[in-house]
Nanobody, 126 residues
Framework: QDQLVESGGGSVQAGGSLRLSCAASGFTFSNYDVYWVRQAPGKGLERVSRIYSGGWATYYADSVKGRFTISRDNAKNTVYLQMNSLKPEDTAMYYC???????????????????WGQGTQVTVSS
């Protein structure tokens, strides 16, 4: 079964840290760029970060740049998102995804990705 499974979410106070994990199974994970996308209550999907298949390049949204770090371990079929200096505005459901068929810089939808996880909730209190 092809799937992505996120873990590591939780509730923290502002300034705290969390590390999200995205574990893949059922497909050749190392062939794919992997993305983190989030959705805050009442808002649309927001791009957060991207890591290329070989791990040699990354992308960060301006809102998280300098605070979040994406990495991958292809031997473990896992991508990580280290989130430091968390802010209340980081509160959202975080999804990992792979196999993007549309534009990373256009409006995002789960339908744009071949693989989409179930999400993990991050809540940051002030």
């Amino acid at each position: 079964q092809d799937q992505l499974v996120e873990s590591g979410g939780g509730s923290v106070q502002a300034g705290g840290s969390l590390r999200l994990s995205c574990a893949a199974s059922g497909f050749t994970f190392s062939n794919y760029d992997v993305y983190w996308v989030r959705q805050a209550p009442g808002k649309g999907l927001e791009r957060v970060s991207r890591i290329y298949s070989g791990g040699w390049a990354t992308y960060y949204a301006d809102s998280v740049k300098g605070r979040f770090t994406i990495s991958r371990d292809n031997a473990k079929n896992t991508v990580y998102l280290q989130m430091n200096s968390l802010k209340p505005e980081d509160t959202a459901m975080y999804y990992c995804a792979a196999g993007l068929t549309g534009s990373w810089y256009g409006p995002l939808s789960p339908a744009d990705f071949r693989y989409w996880g179930q999400g993990t909730q991050v809540t940051v209190s002030s």
